[in-house]
Each structure stands twice: as C-alpha cells, then as structure tokens.
C-alpha cells in the first residue's frame, strides 16, 4: 500500500497552498482533485490581497510562492482605486472605498481564479513531484478511516487503489465532503449558507479603459 506523508483534498486555491508549502518544507504530500484538471472548477475572482498587519504575522501569495509572483503570475489589473456604486433607476450612488482597500495592503490585484489556480497548480506540482508527491485530478474520495494502533489514516477513492497518510487536510470547499466523510461536522443547511450568482462580462481592453477611465496599466 502507498503512504504519504499529508492527503489534501481539494485543489483551489487553498489546498494548492498547503501542498506548495508542505514541498517546500520537505513532505511528501498527494493533492486529490475531483475535476478533470485543477481550475476547471473555479469560475470566480475578484481581488487578491497581500496584507501588511500593524500586529502580528500573515502568510501572504508571495511567501509561498516567491517574491516574484506579481511578475510570474497570471494577474490582471494593479487596484489603485475602489469604488462602490449602487445603482437605482436613473440614480446612482457613488462611495470611495479606496482608503478601507489600502489598509495595511501591499497590493491588491484583480484576477480570474481559473486562470490563477491553474499557475498555481504547475507550481505546486513541481515542487511536489521532488518530494515523491503531486497532484492526482479527477478523484472523488469516498472513505476515510483512522487506525489508531498504526496511526494513520487510510483514504479510498473510487478510482484509485486505497493509500495511507498520517495527516489529511480538507480543504474541498464550504460543503466539504471530507468533513461530513469524517463526521468533523454535519451538513450545512439551507439557511446557514447564501448563494451568489455572478456574471463575467467579456470587453476589450480599450472599452473597459473608456468606460472606466483608465490607463492600460
């Protein structure tokens, strides 16, 4: 039987971080992703922060991934600016947000999470795969069980042959199967949870800058 020394399940941006890390520090760790490829899942963005707190200490994208991830990574624009506009009819109301968006913030860039996580996946996979792990896509987990005389935890799929790890990370999203597999906590309902819906609007670069009034940079 294969052993690990870490399973994570889940490959967003979250477990692509756990898996980074634990290379760096020299584990051999197996990412299990239930999609095709990592990313194909992710259809959300919005803005990516690194934060400087006045008090204490935060791992930021560039720690784990290196100082030159704003040049290497796939991002989109640099926010200099944030404002909140509320719409009603033919009226609009307008708030400067931009002093709450600079607030103990070394940047902020927007990005498309699909195009990111699938940057962040080459990465960790490399590192990985030096350390005798990686990621494994399109696996669904359907048990794990605990033996406490060998302390170690057997994981089951339903496309490969079960493996042992001593640690798991679930990091398979809000309504996460492993937590429920696991019995760590139950099943959300419906009134514990909100959903959103949003839409991605597809224009060229130089109408966005016309519409917005910005410069290309």
Not at 15 to 29: E, I, V
């Amino acid at each position: 039987m294969e052993k690990y020394d870490v399973a994570i399940i889940g490959g967003g941006s979250a477990g692509l971080a756990a898996l980074k890390q634990l290379s760096t520090l020299g584990k051999q760790a197996v990412l299990l992703e239930a999609g095709e490829k990592v990313g194909v899942k992710n259809i959300s963005g919005g803005i990516l922060y690194s934060k400087k707190p006045n008090k204490g200490r935060v791992y930021n994208v560039e720690d784990i991934y290196g100082q030159n991830f704003v040049n290497e990574a796939p991002l989109q624009r640099k926010i200099t600016q944030y404002l909140l506009h509320a719409t009603s009819k033919d009226k609009v109301f307008s708030m400067d947000l931009t002093a709450a968006h600079e607030y103990q913030s070394n940047f902020g860039y927007s990005v498309l999470m699909n195009e990111l996580n699938a940057w962040f996946a080459q990465s960790a996979d490399e590192s990985a795969q030096k350390c005798g792990g990686g990621i494994v896509p399109g696996v669904h987990v359907n048990d794990i069980s605990y033996d406490n005389e060998k302390e170690r935890t057997t994981i089951q799929t339903d496309e490969l042959d079960e493996f042992q790890v001593k640690a798991v990370i679930a990091a398979d999203g809000v309504n996460s199967e492993v937590a429920q597999i696991t019995r760590a906590r139950p099943k959300f309902s419906a009134v514990q949870l909100y959903q959103g819906v949003k839409a991605i609007v597809k224009l060229p670069e130089d109408v966005i800058n016309e519409t917005f009034t910005i410069g290309a940079d």
